[in-house]
């Protein structure tokens, strides 16, 4: 961290300067003053503060604001403050303009095959060489009979670069739509982020940009700062600052050792207030962010403030107008201007180890390398036949020679079969792949947003769909996380109902006010509900609210309690955390003394008892044996009713023996119990139901929780995860540790396999268990396949088990920050339902990607035999380069768009999740394609060779080089463009459903496209002439090539009703690698392997790779603690992003930019509206 100061110093330092200068807008502080300062840590800064300012008061002053009210939310003074200090967000960089994009678009290697070969064609057919006309060259424009057709040559040229122009423009709109949406994703997310700070005395939530210098700040257990600041008042508070220095280790601040926090750093325990010192891009993440020249112009603004401050008083006025048009937003970090390659060789270079591929991912990888390359050797050999046959006809039948002046027309005949083969080779690559899976990823997340899924990561989306286990936690998620106390014991009597005021002494009742009032935080409170005859709002910690809710129930207040001792006057507090499970506060009494109270998990606590309160209120020894009465008779019992326990405890101190505060066991132990309290939550009415249908899915539903045993075995009852008469386990942290660890300590995947098959309940478990759980689960070999894992989190210690997870749920309302950080779906309603409603949403993105492969690979199948056999036997190819662009990069963006967008079924979740292994391809989709391209082959070879004798028409085979487009050639088009819109609907199913029209109208997108798809094939062959090759039909031979495309919904019939289990030669496609395939080096040749691929496929294929590789990078980046993720970067609390180490910038530096902020929702604009 020195280091990174120093930098900093060196480049933005300012001399000091002297206390007497007047300041900028009358406060008592310059920017550059406050910059330096939050340059220096710990007893420096320390010595800092005293120096110029005197105390943190003194700072607040300066800054004029008061520590305790905060600012007085004047608009005036909050304006010009962001003027002089600046507004806490870093402005993002500028997008790439649309001639940009066209012109990254323009790059891709076939579309410049394709561009030469259109460019040569045009300039051969402008060129007319004396030797055309002459018989030497051969019969190479016979037939021509209208000079007019023959001097038409150069259209089809030109429809080729019109098509690729508009291939590229699609592109282009797609990569500028999509970024578009991204920053209005980012800026609604950034809108919803909220800190909370103190103004005239108020807790207010205000949006994070809205944060000033200034501000006074409540930061919590949990948070992630969203701006600099010095602390003014801390209880054990523990700031984790790893994203900055690199250091693991918790560092401790308090206002009179260490009390300088710094954004981007999370808050892992305790509590405080913080008077905030710098924002935006003069906090610290912002100086980083801007050295990494993410700020763009800022820099500059930032050398004119260290010349003179007016300026930077003009530079930041001057910002702070051009800003406000802008929507405040988060930043993109290392998002450079470049293309991705560069960034992606050096990432190469660096062998980084890869998370693992999501399912979908890797088999569709494997699958597109299958078919490239088919696709390049298909378009090769047809080339080489056209070549061969066209030689061998002219110069070894005919015996001709070439003569110079024929150079030009023989040159032409090449170019016509090297567009032939760019031809197939287009159609072989199913670029509408990619659209498709981006576009069934961005219609998925658009509507899980409704079913209270925000997606972060895109993948997770469809990873989700193959999950075969869930961990979950208990509050909150399975119960309704609205707790009340129904059960107590106190004075030596259990009351199953609060106890009237007047049956408890006065001593008990108030020892326990105080202890409930005190002893919890002073956030959490109950606020009286907002409608009538609604219930209390209950705003912060949940058990803490039924314990001051039971408090009112005794008729008495918590809040004069507070007043008389205020926060600032608490002299010790060790909060609540998963270690020690316990919360307890130290006040200082008016003897001098010093009394202790504490709450926590009553097993624990009850251990450090000594003493109890008798029902007069008079302490009773409380030895080991009456400890085990209790449990026995009060506590298992409450447990048993699916309560948890809660006992509250105090202890004095002497005046005279002030102990050692930091040896936390010694003061908090030889207690005195005061109470034990029941609390009760409710498990939600529609967990049972959501978890049967999890259990139907073939998903095992897993819970864990911090709770007592007894707690957790009847909530699991309750919500039907154990049933009796089943083989399961429920066990504690310990007893689990105690299976699952060797001799040495050290645990062994095999102990855990042992385990984890059977186990429903893990009670009492820290974070560490819950990782173990995880880790344990995803690195099992027992079962069939690897087990897919989606775990529920929302504490800060639940971070790594939520990384480590497949897919890693965080509570959107009671999930700290760190939590919604490290996972993958936000749960905004914190509700287990949404798990199952994001299952389902997954199997159907699944399905639908099953669907569009089913309908493409039909396509591309025929589309290649045709132009191949076509090409060999009558030396061109019945469909024309045009159709083919026409067929598939316009019809298949349209049927990607119809089938990614079919609606999800409660069906989905009837059967049980694909898993690793299974093919994207089964065998019974390997029957549709086949069995429907057998049916089209036919058609069309038929119409081929004798269609012009069944519609009495001229043959349109053998045609010379610019004859006019024939009737023939036209119907095959027309009939082979009606056959692929009737089998789209047949594509809908995949399970070998009959009835494909089932659902059909409950997707208007799906009936919209396929009806415009006629429509415009009606346009192009009645008025599509020369450029489309077509001819005009008749009505007849319309209604023929109609009753031929309906033809395939009765062939879908007859192949329905073959079994597919007879059919043992269909062999699957598309396999996920297997587990023990990818050694890491073959991971490497795979990578380069598809880089070849790459350089040779067409531009859907590299856009779909690139696509691919942007989810992969965007989980490494996760994984490796970047903190700079992909749909929220910074994620709910604040609008700056995580900041990085500069040893690690060069690691960030290396991820393509697209893989950072831009996830893959390649979306044409026009279609958001119909999404």
């Keep these: 961290m020195g280091e990174m100061a120093n930098s900093s110093i060196e480049l933005h330092s300012k001399p000091q300067q002297p206390r007497e200068t ?111 006309e002459s018989e030497a060259c051969g019969n190479v424009s016979g037939g021509a009979e209208d000079e007019g057709e023959a001097e038409a040559g150069w259209i089809e040229g030109a429809a080729i670069l019109l098509s690729v122009i508009c291939v590229v423009l699609v592109t282009a709109f797609n990569d500028w739509s999509k970024e578009k949406q991204f920053r209005g994703l980012q800026s609604r997310i950034e809108q919803e982020q909220k800190f909370t700070v103190i103004r005239n005395g108020q807790l207010l939530q205000v949006p994070v940009a809205a944060l000033v210098v200034g501000d006074i700040a409540q930061v919590k257990y949990g948070d992630l700062l969203p701006a600099d600041g010095v602390l003014i008042q801390g209880n054990d508070l523990k700031i984790d600052e790893s994203s900055l220095t690199g250091e693991s280790d918790h560092v401790r601040k308090s206002a009179d050792k260490d009390p300088m926090l710094l954004s981007g750093t999370h808050v892992m325990e305790g509590s405080g207030r913080m008077v905030v010192t710098a924002v935006g891009v003069n906090s610290q993440t912002g100086i980083i962010f801007t050295l990494l020249g993410a700020g763009g112009e800022e820099e500059e603004k930032k050398d004119k403030k260290g010349k003179q401050q007016d300026g930077a008083m003009d530079s930041s006025q001057t910002r702070a107008k051009k800003q406000d048009g802008a929507v405040a937003m988060e930043m993109q970090p290392l998002k ?7 960034e992606e060789r050096e990432k190469k270079k660096a062998n980084v180890p890869k998370k693992e591929k999501s399912v979908l991912q890797g088999k569709l990888t494997k699958l597109a390398v299958q078919i490239g390359k088919a696709g390049l050797v298909m378009s090769a050999i047809t080339v080489i036949i056209l070549v061969l046959y066209f030689v061998i006809e002219t110069f070894v039948v005919d015996g001709r020679v070439w003569l110079a002046e024929c150079t030009p027309v023989y040159v032409q005949y090449f170019v016509k079969f090297f567009i032939i083969g760019v031809t197939v080779l287009v159609v072989a690559v199913p670029e509408g792949l990619p659209l498709a899976v981006t576009i069934s990823l961005a219609y998925s997340v658009k509507k ?52 009237a005021p007047s049956a408890l002494t006065p001593k008990i009742l108030d020892l326990l006010v105080h202890a409930i009032s005190i002893n919890s935080a002073y956030t959490t409170k109950i606020l009286p509900p907002e409608k009538e005859g609604a219930l209390p709002r209950q705003v912060g910690n949940k058990t803490e609210c039924a314990l001051l809710g039971f408090v009112l129930d005794l008729k008495r207040d918590f809040q004069p309690v507070r007043e008389q001792i205020p926060e600032d006057k608490l002299y010790k507090v060790y909060t609540f955390n998963s270690v020690r499970k316990s919360m307890s506060t130290v006040i200082r009494m008016p003897d001098g003394g010093f009394r202790l109270f504490s709450k926590g998990a009553s097993e624990i606590l009850l251990k450090k008892c000594t003493n109890i309160l008798n029902s007069n209120g008079e302490l009773r020894g409380f030895r080991p044996r009456d400890r085990d009465d209790m449990v026995k008779k009060i506590i298992e019992p409450m447990a048993c009713d699916g309560l948890r326990t809660i006992c509250i405890a105090y202890r004095d101190f002497p005046a005279n023996q002030e102990p050692d505060w930091d040896n936390e066991n010694e003061v908090v132990g030889d207690l005195t119990c005061i109470a034990v309290m029941g609390i009760e939550d409710p498990v939600r009415p529609e967990v049972p139901e959501a978890i049967r249908k999890c259990q139907r899915a073939g998903i095992t539903v897993r819970m864990v929780t911090g709770d007592n045993i007894n707690t957790a075995r009847a909530i699991a009852a309750k919500c039907g995860i154990i049933q009796p008469g089943e083989d399961f386990l429920c066990l504690e942290g310990k007893e689990f540790n105690r299976r699952i660890r060797n001799e040495k300590g050290e645990i062994e995947q095999e102990r855990l396999d042992k385990v984890w098959p059977k186990l429903r309940v893990l009670a009492r478990s820290s974070p560490t268990d819950k990782h173990t759980l995880v880790k344990g689960i995803i690195d099992s070999t027992t079962g069939e396949q690897r087990q897919v894992v989606a775990v529920t989190g929302d504490g800060t210690n639940d971070g790594p088990a939520l990384k480590k997870a497949d897919v890693g749920f965080a509570m959107g309302i009671a999930g700290t920050d760190v939590a919604k950080e490290a996972s993958d779906i936000i749960l905004t309603d914190d509700n287990f339902t949404s798990i199952v409603k994001a299952v389902m949403w997954g199997r159907n993105v699944y399905d639908s990607i099953s669907k569009f492969l089913q309908f493409q690979l039909t396509v591309n199948v025929v589309a290649v035999i045709v132009a191949f056999t076509g090409a060999c036997i009558t030396q061109d190819s019945p469909l024309k380069a045009v159709q083919m662009l026409w067929v598939n990069l316009i019809m298949d963006t349209f049927a990607s768009l119809a089938l990614a967008t079919e609606p999800p079924t409660e069906s989905l979740l009837l059967r049980k999740p694909y898993g690793r292994d299974k093919p ?59 056959m692929q819109l009737f089998n789209e609907i047949n594509a809908r199913k995949i399970h070998g459903e009959r009835n494909v029209f089932d659902g059909i109208f409950s997707n208007p997108i799906f009936c919209t496209i396929v009806l415009g798809t006629f429509g415009i094939q009606i346009v192009i062959v009645q008025f599509g002439g020369k450029p489309f090759s077509c001819s005009p039909l008749s009505t007849e031979q319309w209604l023929w090539c109609l009753f031929v495309g309906v033809g395939e919904l009765v062939w879908g019939q007859v192949i329905a009703t073959i079994p597919t289990s007879q059919l043992k030669c269909l062999k699957e496609a598309g396999h996920g690698p297997g587990k023990d395939e990818m050694t890491d080096e073959e991971l490497a040749e795979g990578e380069e392997e598809i880089d070849h691929a790459e350089r040779e496929l067409r531009r859907g294929q590299i856009l779909w790779f690139r696509g691919l590789n942007r989810i992969q990078t965007q989980n490494e980046v996760s994984s490796s603690d970047c903190g700079l993720q992909a749909l929220a970067p910074w994620h709910h609390s604040t609008s700056l992003h ?27 604009q026009s279609l958001v509206f119909m999404l």
């Design 920 to 978: 994207l391809i089964s065998r019974t989709m390997m029957k549709n394609i086949l069995g429907h391209a057998v049916y089209q082959l036919t058609i069309i070879f038929t119409l081929l060779f004798v269609g012009e004798l069944f519609f009495d028409i001229d043959s349109g085979r053998n045609a010379p080089l610019h004859s006019p487009p024939s009737e023939h050639y036209t119907i095959i088009f027309n009939t082979f463009v009606m």
């Design 22 to 132: 007047p300041h900028v807008g009358g406060f008592g502080c310059t920017l550059a003053e406050l910059r330096s300062l939050m340059e220096l840590r710990g007893a420096e800064a320390l010595q800092k503060i005293q120096e110029t300012y005197g105390d943190v008061s003194g700072l607040c002053r300066r800054l004029k604001t008061s520590p305790t009210e905060g600012l007085a939310d004047n608009t005036n003074d909050l304006e010009k403050r962001r003027q002089i200090y600046g507004q806490n967000f870093i402005p993002p960089k500028q997008p790439k303009t649309f001639l940009q994009l066209v012109w990254e678009a323009l790059q891709d290697v076939t579309l410049i095959i394709l561009e030469v070969a259109a460019i040569v064609s045009l300039g051969l057919s402008f060129y007319a060489p004396p030797g055309e």
């Design 336 to 342: 450079s201007a470049e293309g991705g390659e560069m």
């Design 1138 to 1164: 995580t900041p990085v180490t500069l040893s690690r910038l060069s690691r960030c530096a290396r991820c393509p930019p697209c893989c950072l902020c831009l996830p893959a929702i390649v979306l044409p």
């Design 448 to 499: 899980m947003m409704k079913d209270n899924n925000l997606v972060r990561h895109l993948d997770a989306c469809e990873t989700m769909g193959n999950a075969t286990a869930i961990c979950s936690d208990k509050t909150g998620t399975l119960t309704t996380n609205r707790m009340t106390v129904v059960q107590s014991y106190l004075g030596d009597t259990h009351y199953k109902e609060i106890p």
